[in-house]
């Protein structure tokens, strides 16, 4: 009997325990969700002093314009609401897309407009481009400035256009800044520029290792990724789907970065013997006391007046461009067609006005172009743009493409940018998406 009393208080033990342990990893589970959910929404890597994702100019970029868009909202339902309304109010916004060879100009050009310096990620309001845009469309109405602003309202610019940003990251981006729900997104137009990097670029990897796509992409977009890269292996694929679902998963290195650089530091502070390589002044990376690990970061790139934006010299510019031009990868270049095809669709589909601009480049940079190859692009995207509709304008003639106006065969010198952005206003009010900025939306 007493071997049967204890056998039974063994089960009850037992279930005692399972039922503890089920508890308890039910509670870390709940507890990792919760902590995954937190840092999804937070981003909390975005304020830390380390090369990160969220750190970068996507996120940030993205981040600043949905705010100011917001922002402008809000105060054109306030003053819809008050008594004193005029028609005045801001209005739909003229969005800029595109890789650094948009950045460069417009962020150079607001630059000089402003005669202030301003930090590249997060100060993307382009107000030259609206004071361009609106003394264009006064040109072409024929009447004066006042009575343009009277009958319309005020145009609003912003720059989404990033470095090395390809035509899958614009569709992303156009995503996320004009959801399908929201009833801001009809009547907002966008300025696109493409050039051949944006869909034939051998040194970039795969479309979702681009920092746009581990950012931005949801799970719908996986279908199609998988379909433009059909080298992924099953793992690959798992991965890719692990970081739709988990965002510590998808920031997995950002955080093994932070906690590597944490770990040195304290080990230094704990063994002032123990000397980890750093950058400092003479930014060569050696064992010393002073500066920085390599994966730190602080500040934040600055735009100048009168001066470039980040570059690297002319030789290295060319070198480069001649290894992502060469060889042609048709099946990355077809995917990447795709792509820009679907944001035609989506620009339709959402009544989002779009004006395509092939880009300007230097005469150099063309020579490295395979033979063939600048003439089937330019080709697809009039064809594309003809079947959709919107209008296709090439700026890649004439005098834009000497090498004089270039400051590494690619992106434009700040002299050269303000000349740009004004031909390209003056493009924009001539083109199809003027009725857009003509129209007074009234109260959203």
């Known amino acids: 009997m007493s071997s049967s009393f204890l056998r039974v208080t063994e089960i009850l033990v037992e279930q005692e325990i399972s039922r503890r342990l089920i508890s308890s990893a039910c509670l870390a589970a709940v507890l990792v969700a919760a902590i995954d ?23 940030n970029a993205v981040t600043a314009v949905k705010r100011a868009m917001k ?23 003229v969005l800029l897309l595109g890789s650094s060879l948009v950045v460069a100009p417009a962020l150079q050009c607001e630059a000089i407009y402003s005669g202030k310096e301003f930090k590249r990620f997060h100060q993307r309001r382009l107000t030259s481009f609206e004071n ?19 009958s319309s309202s005020t145009v609003r610019s912003y720059c989404l256009a990033m470095g090395g940003q390809m035509a899958s990251d614009a569709l992303l981006v156009a995503k996320e800044v ?22 034939q670029d051998n040194l970039f990897p795969r479309i979702d290792a681009s920092p746009i796509f581990r950012i931005f992409a949801q799970a719908s977009d996986l279908p ?20 739709r679902i988990s965002s510590l998963y998808r920031y997995r290195s950002d955080w093994q970065n932070l906690f590597a650089i ?20 003479t930014l060569a990376l050696k064992p010393q006391k002073k500066g920085l690990l390599p994966g730190e970061a602080i500040g934040t790139p600055m735009v100048v007046p009168n001066s470039a934006v980040d570059h690297a010299d002319w030789q290295t510019t060319a070198e480069e461009y001649k290894r992502r031009y060469n060889p042609v990868k048709v099946a990355r270049v077809e995917a990447q067609f795709d792509y820009f095809e679907e944001l035609l669709h989506l620009c339709q589909e959402r009544k989002v006005n779009l004006m395509v601009v092939n880009m300007p480049l230097s ?5 490295a172009l395979p033979n063939g190859f600048y003439k089937q692009y330019l080709s697809r995207a009039d064809q594309l743009c003809s079947q959709y509709g919107v209008e296709f304008v090439d700026l890649n003639q004439g005098s834009w493409t000497s090498n004089s106006n270039y400051v590494d065969s690619v992106h434009l010198k700040p002299e050269s940018s303000q000349a740009f952005m004004q031909k390209l206003a003056q493009l924009t009010a001539a083109s199809n998406l003027s009725l857009a900025l003509k129209r007074n939306p009234g109260p959203l």
């Open 71 to 93: 922002q402008d909202i809000d105060e054109q339902e306030q003053r819809g609401k008050s008594s004193n309304a005029t028609a005045g109010g801001a209005g739909r916004p």
């Open 262 to 281: 944490r770990a040195k530091r304290a080990i230094e502070k704990c063994l002032p013997f123990v000397v980890f390589d750093k950058y400092y002044d």
């Open 224 to 243: 199609q990724l998988f379909d433009s890269e059909p080298t992924m292996t099953a793992v690959d694929r798992t991965s890719a789907c692990g970081d």
């Open 37 to 59: 959910l937190t840092f999804a929404f937070t981003h909390p890597l975005a304020s830390i002093n380390t090369v990160n994702t969220d750190k970068a100019e996507p996120f």
């Open 178 to 199: 004009l959801p399908a729900s929201s009833a801001t997104t009809a009547g907002t137009s966008i300025v696109y520029g493409i050039a051949p990097r944006d869909f």
């Open 132 to 150: 361009y845009l609106e003394s264009s469309l006064v040109k072409e109405t024929g009447g004066s400035q006042s009575q343009f602003k009277s």
């Open 363 to 367: 005469q150099d940079n063309m020579k």
